[in-house]
């Protein structure tokens, strides 16, 4: 970690909002980074009526440059992503969540692999931050390598909980889009990638991830995806995505009616409600951006 005198190489941006009870456990594990040498740390403050700002203040001693930046402005993770940008120091950027934690050797790894290649993913781990049972219902993102995207098929992506880019190639496109209210890190991958900057796995920059852990938070969560998924399948058509099949949606809606028993278990209900959510969230996806993709 550098002092704020020294020259700085990288910058850690992480979009923060009400996560007061999360936000001390990220902080501590970046104070506790091996291998790294020359970066900050930047927490976007997005709004936050909780501790959050007073959580960062606190890391100020044993992470010597921190800054907290307003990005009160706007609502959302990506206008948070891109003021942490505007404040940033370093030609490299990483960007990481409250809510998640890096291990020991994350900001080197990935400073790294950005140098060489100019834009990656970190490797999520899912056991650490979640039970067993919370851990089972959810897929398993970024465990082997990029998300592909299936339906329809199209360019790989990764959560914007593990990136790193050079900041040109973050100018070069504008940076995350702050009208997306949701999968902003899906589109920033893909814009990159269609203005010839290949996104490549890190295996070796491990992320331990948080999932949420109760029905409510998990439907909205999966609700919001599906409502942005259609949004995406929308933008993305004329840029090469394929079309859906007209029966591909109420096939899936037929599925999974038929595996609705998965709710009198409390190993499968949890994914099963998220993936109602999903698809509930993609017929209002449907009537508010007025393509058929349910």
């Known amino acids: 970690m550098s002092t704020l005198e020294d020259p700085v190489r990288v910058s850690v941006v992480?979009?923060?909002?009400?996560?007061?009870?999360?936000?001390?456990?990220?902080?501590?594990?970046?104070?506790?980074?091996?291998?790294?040498?020359?970066?900050?740390?930047?927490?976007?403050?997005?709004?936050?009526?909780?501790?959050?700002?007073?959580?960062?203040?606190?890391?100020?001693?044993?992470?010597?440059?921190?800054?907290?930046?307003?990005?009160?402005?706007?609502?959302?993770?990506?206008?948070?992503?891109?003021?942490?940008?505007?404040a940033a120091r370093g030609a490299v950027i990483l960007f990481c969540d409250a809510d998640d934690a890096v291990a020991d050797h994350w900001v080197a790894a990935m400073s790294h692999g950005v140098e060489e290649r100019g834009f990656v993913a970190s490797r999520f781990e899912v056991e650490r931050l979640n039970s067993p049972t919370v851990a089972a219902a959810h897929r398993h993102p970024q465990e082997t390598g990029l998300n592909p995207y299936t339906y329809p098929d199209f360019l790989p992506h990764a959560g914007g909980a593990g990136l790193g880019v050079r900041r040109t190639l973050h100018d070069e496109i504008g940076g995350f889009d702050e009208t997306r209210s949701a999968l902003e890190d899906t589109d920033y991958c893909w814009r990159l990638q269609l203005a010839g900057h290949p996104l490549s796995f890190a295996g070796d920059a491990?992320?331990?991830?948080?999932?949420?852990?109760?029905?409510?938070?998990?439907?909205?969560?999966?609700?919001?995806?599906?409502?942005?998924?259609?949004?995406?399948?929308?933008?993305?058509?004329?840029?090469?995505?394929?079309?859906?099949?007209?029966?591909?949606?109420?096939?899936?809606?037929?599925?999974?009616?038929?595996?609705?028993?998965?709710?009198?278990?409390?190993?499968?209900?949890a994914g099963w409600v998220g993936q109602l959510g999903w698809r509930l969230g993609r017929v209002v996806g449907c009537l508010r951006y007025l393509v058929w993709a349910p």
């Open 14 to 86: 992480i979009p923060a909002r009400n996560a007061a009870a999360t936000l001390g456990e990220q902080l501590q594990a970046l104070a506790e980074q091996r291998g790294a040498s020359a970066w900050e740390v930047l927490v976007a403050d997005n709004g936050s009526t909780d501790a959050t700002v007073q959580v960062a203040e606190s890391y100020r001693r044993r992470l010597p440059a921190l800054s907290v930046v307003d990005a009160s402005q706007r609502s959302g993770a990506a206008h948070a992503r891109n003021r942490g940008v505007e």
């Open 206 to 269: 491990v992320v331990h991830v948080r999932f949420k852990e109760d029905l409510g938070g998990d439907f909205r969560q999966l609700f919001s995806y599906g409502v942005n998924n259609v949004r995406i399948y929308r933008d993305y058509r004329s840029r090469g995505m394929k079309r859906l099949s007209p029966l591909a949606g109420p096939l899936r809606w037929a599925k999974l009616l038929l595996t609705a028993p998965k709710l009198l278990s409390s190993k499968t209900r």
